[in-house]
């Protein structure tokens, strides 16, 4: 890498001997490099590519020829019915309701962790006593497997669970619910747990683009007599743009695909009935266990589509600037 | 997307070699082969059945591997228990479609059974069990395609409601109830002694859809029901009766609060551990229950002190034959192309002798004759003499009549128990998923 830089070598080559020769012996060296270079390109991607291909655009590939039959996962396909499955699942009410549950749990995911990470991480960035702890602690939650977590809070929120248990001690009796089973709220329930389960990671992204922000900004603020909240709202938040913006990315796609927490979570009746199905629960459900192999396939392709639609837009309007800033802007 | 990526990892290798199969296949017809030729070459049986966890069920199918290799030292068995939702649902029908199944198999019969026969996956054992199948009775049909034997039960019973004599008698209930005004009269009754009348595990949806079933059982004639199972034909009146008997009886209240949260089996909070630990007085389940009971009991000796069980009460006046019974059993087959000593150890698995020592696990019952003396257990007693006594046994609806009807049913009778489905819902659903 370093020496194929031009402004290094043209360092390298104030020290070097006589400038006449340079010319004659660069040409073929160079091509030599660039020829190395594509050995190694080649060499080194090769399987990554074979296995990209092999394990992602291939069974992509026959998850929609799939999607194109009626097949129960009995025998090859041949009872072609093109997009009938598509038509089928958005037609079924119940696919609907996890079209809505993962609306709920993308924009829910943005507007909720994305205030309280930032107003975390701005906590968390001043300097105090057991701060190192506190960054820990808020983290820890993204750590843990998503199963165990959703096992946990199953748990603690089952009839006889914890959390009822502490309702009633504290007498708020009244307020006690079926959290995983009431149809009307479960969905609301699972958004809280997402949204304890992924919080930590909002916030220490933003820790780290925090530690980008020149320290030399805030003083000169300082000097000018700003104050914390002035600071924050005109120095650190804009030059925090860029890393909220990835982080939204990040949050919308898994936020689409959402699957292990929920899986685990809700019960099998609730999810059939459609309050806490989500798209991924979904083609699980009908794939496998109602063996509607075609079926799932579809749902799957619109599950992709829908992913792969949402992050072309968001690349191509929020994401586009920060990456040509951050690439032109780092090079100087 | 790590789901995503898994299924359609399975899904590609499974085309790819489903391809090449198609383009090789067509191999002649399964025929017996001469007796001389049997146990004459090493072979490697590879053996694939639901008992995963450790218990009575898993030790005593190592045994049953062990016994017959000593029988016969040319047979070496591969013995893998698999969880079954894992089992039924990905890794058999994966492996069946790569051409790369076990050798021998659990098998659920009826609808599944007969996809996969004409999936050609399975070998044709009608010459070969014949004496198996004379002995074991009725409950070797649901094994039966087109008029062919591929596979053979290992267990079977009838479904009956589980109860906890204590309570009955607490409540002053005389005797177990036999038509369901007895058994609403119960049900107030247990509900004056401050007890959970009927437990149900809505949340796992089966075991709530079996009520929906024995409605069915008992509004539906045998051959409405017989044809509906072969046919996929739902046009009889009778299902919507059952549903609306259904929700006549939900609106008793005779089951546990937030229902649709409780899973069925093996774990303390289930609809099992309300009854058998002293919560609930009732619960509506299979031969099985019992081992399922033994598992989440904290005191298993008062468990098999108050347990008791009886059939399904009757409904007046209704079609239904009073005497039928739902039921159904597990059972394995032979994969198509495996070697013939597969057939003669599913023939040593139901022998008499395999089957007494099956009975004694306590697990379920045998199917047998000749090995009912295994059983011990005075709930299963009860239960073997009334399988035995019953006129007529319906294979559970959603098996019977596959998985796609099946889980459309069944999600469509959770639904009117969440209160909001309604009896011709559950039918139109049916319908629907017939036609998927």
Redesign the interface.
Known sequence: MTSTNPTLDLAGGATAPPAGRRPARRSPHRAAETRRKWYEIIGLTTPAVIVYVMFVLVPMGFAFYYSLFRWRGVGPPTDFVGFDNYVLAFQDPIFLDALRNNAIIVFGSLLIQGPVALGVALLLNRKFRGRTLFRLLAFVPYVLAEVTVGIMWKLLLSDAGTFNAFLEALGLGGLVQAWLADLDIVIWTLLFILTWKYVGFAIILLLAGLSNVPQELNEAAAIDGASWWQTQRHITLPLLGPTIRIWMFLSMIGSLQVFDIIWVTSVPAVRSLGASATMATYMVDNGFFARLWGYGNAVAVILFVISFVAALLFQRFLLRRDIQGAVTGRAK | ?????R???V??L??TT??LV?GCGGGGESEAPPADELFKNPVTLTWWHNASQDGPGKTYWEKVAKDFNALHPTVTINVEGIETNQLQ??RL?AA??SSDPPDIFQSWGGGELR??V????LKDITEQVKDEVANIGSAAEIWQANGKQYGLPYRMGIEGIWYNKDMFQRAGIAAPPTTFEELNDAVTKLKAINVIPIAVG????WP?AHWWYNFALRACSVDTLKKASTDLSFDDQCFVKAGQDLKAFIDTKPFQ??F????GQNDP?SANGLLANGKAAMELMGDWNKGTLDTVAADKEALNKFIGWFPVPAISGSPGDPKAALGGGDGFACAKNAPAECVEFLKYIVSPEVQKGYAETGTGLPVTKGAEAGVADPALKSILEATSGATYVQLWLDTAF???VG??M??AI??I??G?GTPEQVVEAMKA?AR?
Not at chain 2, 118 to 121: G, L, M
Not at chain 2, 260 to 263: C, Q, Y
């Open positions: 997307m790590a789901i995503k990526r299924a359609g990892t899904l590609a499974s085309l489903a391809l198609a649902r990905t029908p069946l479609l996809e996969q004409e999936a050609d996956y809505a949340g796992d949806k709530a609060n937030n649709i949260a409780t899973p909070t596959g998985s796609t889980n459309a069944n999600d959770v639904a128990f969440a909001n998923a998927k």
